[in-house]
């Protein structure tokens, strides 16, 4: 347990490191983000009411797909000479691989979501009406939702001919209900209208149900040709 | 001495073709094998199969006396063709990375001593992205030799190095053949190896066609 846990911060360092000197994912994400953000906010104006309606959905939709940018770099990195394959002939474990790089992805998404999120509120005039306190909690648990899947997922296309789109197509369908509940939940804290904590709920089962999963068939993935 | 490495009746498919068809030899302890033969004649796959990065579809491979192959991955050395290192990092820096991977003790002395070993300066804090095409293969090779392999298995050590330190890469490893590691080369520059292999192992259409203690005719050209 030790080793994975030593192992995971020795690639979690490596792997921030690396971001930090190229700042593939983080330029990408805030780009595309920030396009979602401007985009939106040019086609609908809405007003604070209809904003806090729709905008649980709008925010969890550009996070969703600014982390697969994210997501399809943090793989294409180990591609990139190979590496892959020297992790693969080590003793290490798999675990320790993709945990780092669930945590990494995780970061990187947090720091998007924490630069994003005052444009959000500025631009769609939004204020919870609900108990704001749940929100980082629901922040947290979706986000963990979409990378954790998405980190197995993007490994498993990883050596497909055309894993840009292979990726979206796994990871979408999969992810739905983690969409839902998030959507859902954020939509309960802006509005006040109902309750978010079922919501929570379902996100938190689901991620634990999805990591444990990922976990276990992680090593498989490793080892596939 | 039990053979370092045994592989029996080994097949490997890639859909329809057959990279390796029925590959069976033994190779002893302590001895440098070339592995020649021209392209898709089944060598890196050879190689692959040996590290364990690509199973076999038949047959099965012993090392250090098991076929459990993750059991002595800490005792294998692998240099592939592309540089298995990362790009934006120094030197130092990768080395430090997969030191730890492979649980090295005194990990900086270590990195700091094979990155020597094979000519180059450990305190470089260039990104080995930037490193010539000759300076990254012998990074790579400090690389395989970091974990003190007792088997190494090197893909094209030699290719885009110019010729003096080709050399004193062969010298490298003849030294470390007679500290008793098994050492496998894959190359189409043989003659860099002649008078240091130990026996030149031939491969055709997947298939092993000879071995022999002296290169043949055209591959000393």
Request: hydrophobic share 50%; charged share 15%.
């Amino acid at each position: 347990m030790s080793t994975v846990a030593s192992l995971t911060r020795a690639t979690l360092a490596k792997d921030l490191r690396l971001e930090w000197r190229s700042k593939d994912a983080i330029n990408s994400m805030l780009f595309f983000s920030l396009l979602v953000v401007v985009i939106f906010s040019f086609s609908f104006d809405p007003t604070a009411e209809e904003s806090r309606q729709i905008a649980g959905g709008l925010v969890w939709v550009a996070f969703l797909f600014a982390a697969v940018v994210a997501l399809n770099q943090t793989w294409a990195r180990e591609m990139r000479n190979q590496v892959l394959d020297a992790y693969r002939v080590s003793p290490a474990p798999p675990n320790a691989l993709f945990l780092a790089k669930v945590l990494g992805n995780f970061i990187f998404v947090t720091v998007l979501q924490a630069l994003m999120t005052p444009l959000f509120i500025v631009f769609y005039n939004l204020r919870a009406l609900g108990p704001a306190y749940q929100l980082p909690i629901v922040a947290g648990l979706g986000t963990w939702a979409l990378v954790v899947n998405g980190t197995f997922f993007a490994a498993m296309s990883l050596r497909t001919r055309s894993r840009e789109i292979m990726l979206p197509l796994l990871l979408f369908p999969v992810s739905i209900p983690a969409l839902l509940a998030m959507v859902e939940a954020t939509g309960a804290i802006l509005t006040g209208e109902f309750s978010a904590k079922f919501w929570i709920v379902l996100l938190a089962a689901y991620d634990v149900v999805f990591t444990i999963a990922s976990l276990f068939l992680f090593g498989f993935v490793l080892q596939a040709e | 001495m039990p053979p370092a490495v045994i592989v029996a009746d080994l097949v490997k498919q890639f859909g329809r073709f057959a990279a390796l068809r029925g590959v069976s030899a033994e190779f002893a302890s302590g001895r440098l094998y070339a592995i020649l033969g021209d392209n898709g004649a089944g060598k890196t796959t050879l190689l692959r199969a040996l590290a364990g990065l690509t199973p076999p579809t038949r047959g099965s491979i012993s090392m250090l006396g098991t076929t459990d192959l993750r059991s002595v991955c800490g005792q294998l050395g692998y240099m592939a063709h592309p540089s298995l290192l990362y790009d934006e990092m120094s030197g130092m820096e990768n080395l430090s990375y997969f030191a730890r991977l492979y649980d090295v003790n005194n990990k900086d002395q270590r990195c700091a001593d094979v990155i020597r070993a094979v000519k180059l300066d450990p305190s470089l804090t260039r990104p080995v992205g930037q490193y010539s095409q000759g300076m990254r293969q012998r990074m790579s090779l400090a690389r395989a030799l970091l974990n003190d392999p007792k088997i190494l298995l090197l893909d094209e050590p030699f290719s885009n190095v110019d010729v003096p330190s080709s050399r004193e890469m062969v010298s490298l490893l003849a030294g470390l053949r007679n500290a008793g590691k098994t050492i496998f080369v894959v190359t189409h520059q043989a003659s860099l190896l002649e008078g240091t292999a130990d026996e030149f192992v031939h491969m055709e259409a997947g298939q092993i066609v000879s071995r022999t203690p002296e290169m043949q005719g055209a591959e000393t050209t």
